[in-house]
């Protein structure tokens, strides 16, 4: 298969929710070849099959954002198959606090008596870690192994897109002028939203580090969404309008923006 005239992209955890809408809307565009990352190599193999049969434009590749080796093997893949990347959409991500909720929720239906909150250390301290595992140190180490490749790019320019959220940032959590300011300040999900923030600070080391090379790198934010991300606890608008941003990010031509935030209305404030 000749994929030089073409773009190729890896989205990392895309073989449902968001990483597969926006699989599916880069699709529409002439010459995208799409590398559709999955942590399970049937669950992916299926999903690229779904979005095209022929393997043409759509190959799995097996990543675990999670797992060192197992992102090194999918770079070493890359490289050895087609020598480059073009795009890398780090989307991979949890909120492991859904379940918690969820937890509590069933066990008041049950009837159980409240009692007061106890604080388990430990099993916090593993809820931080499991979620930042993925939702920022393995959109770093992607990136940090994907890097030598998207510098072979043949794109102009090589885009990088972080995929976000709205509650991770500071400015709508901190600015009592903001129109959805009493949304925003709640004390919800501090485990995933300070992920996200941190995710956020990558994002602009990343457009600093390659703004010279005239790479776009940005962030971009989804919004609540109806998927499987939200265990059903909330629903969402369709994947497919939360994926709009995403695919126009990773398809900016050399006058898009780098460094920025957003959504499909606009910048959001970091």
């Not at 449902?16 to 992916?44: E, M, P, W």
């Not at 593993?126 to 979620?131: E, I, Q």
Request: charged letters at 20%; one cysteine or more; proline letters at 4%.
């Amino acid at each position: 298969m000749n994929t030089e005239p073409r773009t190729i992209v890896l989205i990392t955890g895309a073989n449902q929710g968001i990483g597969y809408a926006v699989a599916k809307g880069l699709l529409a565009h002439k010459n995208y070849f799409i590398l559709l990352g999955s942590r399970d190599a049937s669950r992916g193999a299926k999903a690229a099959a779904d979005l095209d049969s022929t393997g043409e434009f759509v190959q799995p590749i097996t990543i675990d954002v999670a797992d060192d080796a197992s992102i090194q093997t999918a770079a070493n893949l890359v490289a050895s198959k087609y020598g480059r990347l073009d795009v890398l959409i780090n989307n991979s991500g949890i909120n492991n606090e859904i379940d918690i909720l969820i937890e509590q929720h069933k066990k008041q239906q049950e009837g159980a008596v409240p009692h007061p909150e106890l604080v388990d250390l430990d099993q916090q301290r593993k809820l931080f870690r499991d979620v930042y595992e993925v939702n920022l140190f393995g959109a770093a180490m992607v990136t940090e192994a994907f890097t030598p490749l998207l510098k072979k790019s043949t794109a102009i320019p090589a885009r990088i897109v972080f995929v976000s959220s709205h509650t991770g940032s500071l400015g709508l959590r901190v600015d009592p002028s903001g129109a959805e300011y009493a949304k925003w300040s709640r004390p919800s999900f501090p485990v995933y939203r300070s992920s996200k923030a941190a995710l956020n600070m990558l994002t602009l080391h990343y457009a600093a580090k390659f703004h010279d090379k005239g790479w776009k790198v940005n962030g971009s934010c989804p919004n609540l969404t109806d998927t499987n991300f939200a265990r059903g606890w909330v629903k969402g608008r369709p994947a497919s309008e939360s994926a709009v941003n995403i695919v126009r990010l990773a398809t900016l031509s050399i006058d898009g923006e780098s460094g920025v935030y957003s959504d499909e209305k606009g910048v959001v404030p970091w």
